[in-house]
Nanobody
Framework: QVQLVESGGGSVQAGGSLLLTCTASKYMQPYWMAWFRQAPGKEREAVAGISRSGGETYYANSVKGRFTISRNNQQNILYLQMNNLNPDDTATYYC?????????????????WGQGTQVTVSS
């Protein structure tokens, strides 16, 4: 099992940016990685996913063009650059790892999760 620790959350105004990082406790390359988020009273939703090599990336329509997922397998770090944030992006953000998800989005395909980092965007 890989332990995942997120950081980089905080409070920003609409239009601002944040960089989230997720540090893995050991070799991350064998795993697909993804960012999810969950707002109060809402279901957890997939935000972005990335293949083992980083060659394939996927985004939810709501963040496409504003968020960028990337990974550094040498340093075992996953990133989520978030630009042009709006209040609808307010949520707890989680990173997740999975061996071979047939589809990048469903949370059920990821079996390792971080503890989450809070992102709050004010208008």
């Amino acid at each position: 099992q890989v332990q995942l620790v997120e950081s980089g959350g905080g409070s920003v105004q609409a239009g601002g940016s944040l960089l989230l990082t997720c540090t893995a406790s050991k070799y991350m390359q064998p795993y697909w990685m993804a960012w999810f988020r969950q707002a109060p009273g809402k279901e957890r939703e997939a935000v972005a996913g990335i293949s083992r090599s980083g060659g394939e990336t996927y985004y939810a329509n709501s963040v496409k063009g504003r968020f960028t997922i990337s990974r550094n397998n040498q340093q075992n770090i996953l990133y989520l650059q978030m630009n042009n944030l709006n209040p609808d992006d307010t949520a707890t953000y989680y990173c997740a790892a999975g061996r071979s998800p047939p589809n990048w989005a469903p949370a059920e395909y990821y079996n390792m999760w971080g503890q989450g980092t809070q992102v709050t965007v004010s208008s």
